[in-house]
């Protein structure tokens, strides 16, 4: 089993910026893949950044050039670093993890993210 645990989330006006980070615990050494999917009121979870463990990163269009994914292998983390933050970039961020071997995919328990002014 792998838990994974999201922080950062929060209310910030459009232009702002934010940093999320996940720790992931238990099977940690398992893990493969993370990343950063979204859900906003109304829609489905849609991906916005994923990163390998050999560090091959993976974005979606709209969050290109204005959000960045790290990760640290020996401690398991991942963080999504997100800049110039717009209205639609309001979601339930939540964190994913995939076993190397296995492919059985973790979740977090999500964290709001508010664009407002």
């Known amino acids: 089993q792998v838990q994974l645990v999201e922080s950062g989330g929060g209310l910030v006006q459009p232009g702002g910026f934010l940093r999320l980070s996940c720790a992931a615990s238990?099977?940690?050494?398992?893990?493969?893949?993370m990343g950063w999917y979204r859900q906003a009121p109304g829609k489905q979870r849609e991906l916005v950044a994923t990163?390998?463990?050999?560090?091959?990163?993976n974005y979606a269009d709209s969050v290109r050039g204005r959000f960045t994914i790290s990760r640290d292998n020996a401690k398991n983390t991942v963080n999504l670093q997100m800049n110039s933050l717009k209205p639609e970039d309001t979601a339930v961020y939540y964190c994913?993890?995939?076993?190397?071997?296995?492919?059985?995919?973790?979740w977090g328990q999500g964290t709001q993210v508010t664009v407002s002014s």
């Open positions: 990163i390998t463990s050999g560090g091959s990163t």
């Open positions: 238990g099977r940690r050494f398992s893990i493969n893949a």
């Open positions: 994913n993890a995939v076993e190397g071997v296995t492919l059985r995919v973790y």
